[in-house]
T-cell receptor, first 114, second 116 residues
Framework: KNQVEQSPQSLIILEGKNCTLQ??????????LRWYKQDTGRGPVSLTI?????NTKSNGRYTATLDADTKQSSLHITASQLSDSASYIC?????????????FGKGTHLIIQP | GAGVSQSPSNKVTEKGKDVELRCDPI?????LYWYRQSLGQGLEFLIY????????KSGLPSDRFSAERTGGSVSTLTIQRTQQEDSAVYLC??????????????FGQGTRLTVV
């Protein structure tokens, strides 16, 4: 069964600190992995997409890594800001494609405190 | 429009009533998806449209749920005889082409449905 597990479920850190969110998956055959940011009361917004051949990709203060061998991804946030408070969702697609070719994690709820 | 628009943003309804949720996708996006997000749960796929046809309805949880899309644009998700377990945020997304492999899907802000 295709599964995406995210950890931690929730995280509270002080403004300016770094943090790392984890995503482990068992989706097969793997196509790509996306990290989404979902602000409270808003829809998810894509941060980055990782394909099989990519190990690291950065988007500003966000850096995603992918280890296709261990089926793990991480999202590292540097010098956190209050606006980073949100849910971060890991989404893995399998190469069967289609709308149901996606497996969503339950997300990590991140709170940045001043 | 500039983004995916959903209405209403919030809906409170009595158990047993019917509700209609609307999604207005990004202009030109042929693919449209409906998802449901319950409290503390991940996104649950409901239905997918390519143009006006729905090749995948596998996620609809019961026959009380139906959806249509007209003119390759606006979509309506209808829930009949609502139950309390239908309470959730209903998210709509659209993408330029079919499938998530090669393109990004853009989400609306969601409709928060509360059945009392």
């Amino acid at each position: 069964k295709n599964q995406v597990e995210q950890s931690p479920q929730s995280l509270i850190i002080l403004e300016g600190k770094n943090c790392t969110l984890q995503c482990n998956y068992t989706v097969s055959p793997f196509s790509n992995l996306r990290w989404y940011k979902q602000d409270t009361g808003r829809g998810p917004v894509s941060l980055t997409i990782m394909t099989f051949s990519e190990n690291t990709k950065s988007n500003g203060r966000y850096t995603a890594t992918l280890d296709a061998d261990t089926k793990q991804s991480s999202l590292h946030i540097t010098a956190s800001q209050l606006s980073d408070s949100a849910s971060y969702i890991c989404v893995v697609s399998h190469s069967g494609g289609g709308a149901d070719g996606l497996t969503f994690g339950k997300g990590t709820h991140l709170i940045i405190q001043p | 429009g500039a983004g995916v628009s959903q209405s209403p943003s919030n809906k409170v309804t009595e158990k047993g009533k019917d509700v209609e949720l609307r999604c207005d996708p990004i202009s030109g996006h042929t693919a449209l998806y409906w998802y449901r997000q319950s409290l503390g749960q991940g996104l649950e796929f409901l239905i997918y449209f390519q143009g006006n046809s729905a090749p995948d309805k596998s996620g609809l949880p019961s026959d009380r749920f139906s959806a249509e899309r007209t003119g390759g644009s606006v979509s309506t998700l209808t829930i009949q005889r609502t139950q309390q377990e239908d309470s959730a945020v209903y998210l709509c997304a659209s993408s330029l082409v079919e499938g998530w492999m090669n393109t990004e899907a853009f989400f609306g802000q969601g409709t928060r449905l509360t059945v009392v």
